[in-house]
């Protein structure tokens, strides 16, 4: 299939096996919040390595008494934006990789079932405008959480209210995405959003799920079958 160069597919062999193991009916809810955890991390290493660089922070001494020079990211003002509630399993893995401590907030967008578009029903993203109506609150990179790019409509969503709140660069991670759905992503800012991803399967069937995908991710991670 032909992606934008703003696509960017894992051909990490560790993912993909990581990922066959997720796909399964019989992988248990520990174990899918285990391997949800393990996928962002990898993503998230292979999406930072490729897009960030380091910077010179200052100076500190080692146990030894001899000074070293420290460095931190660039870009260092960022922010983790997970979408509830299924991009709430991938915070603590692309938490952990970053050096400093950045803010979290959080988008609750659901598909509505018949029509399968977005409704927005919480968003936490603060907002302090200055003199000229800038949003001086809004962080220069958003990192965007969501297991799952089905139809690509709750992304597309997502991304049009981070810009609208005032990031300059949206990077977004997913554990798998539909080829509609990345597309969809990806042309919503095509200058402004990176998508990476572990897979991308062919088609969303009439509910708007992934074939093959992994059910309900959301389900799968918090236990809410039945629904």
């Known amino acids: ?3 934008p160069s703003n696509v960017h ?6 993912l993909q096996a990581k990922l066959s193991q997720l796909r399964s009916a019989s992988t248990s809810t520990r174990e899918t919040r285990s391997l949800v955890h393990e996928i962002a991390t990898i993503l998230g290493v292979e999406a930072f390595a490729a897009g960030w660089k380091v910077k010179k922070a200052g100076m ?7 000074e070293y020079v420290t460095h931190d990211i660039d870009p260092s003002d960022i922010a983790l934006v997970p979408i509830l509630r299924s991009g709430l399993g991938m915070i603590e893995a ?3 990789l970053l050096p400093t401590s950045i803010p979290i907030y959080h988008l ?13 029903y919480y968003n936490n993203l603060p907002f302090q405008p200055d003199s000229s109506s800038t949003n001086t609150a809004a962080a220069a990179t958003a990192i965007l959480l969501d297991p799952v790019i089905a139809t690509g409509a709750t992304a597309e969503a997502a991304i049009q209210l981070l810009r609208e709140w005032g990031v ?18 990806a042309g ?6 990176e998508v990476w991803t572990g897979a991308v399967d062919a088609r969303c069937d009439e509910r708007g799920m992934i074939v093959p995908g992994l059910g309900d991710i959301g389900d799968r991670l918090f236990v809410a079958m039945g629904k």
């Open 60 to 66: 500190d001494t080692t146990p030894l008494g001899t």
């Open 188 to 193: 919503t800012w095509p200058e402004g959003v």
């Open 1 to 3: 299939m032909a992606l």
């Open 94 to 96: 692309i938490n952990n």
């Open 9 to 14: 597919v894992s051909s990490h062999p560790l």
């Open 108 to 120: 609750g967008l659901f598909r509505e079932r018949l029509t399968l578009q977005p409704v927005e």
């Open 168 to 185: 300059q660069r949206v990077v977004m991670l997913s554990v798998l995405g539909s080829e509609a759905g990345v597309l969809r992503a």
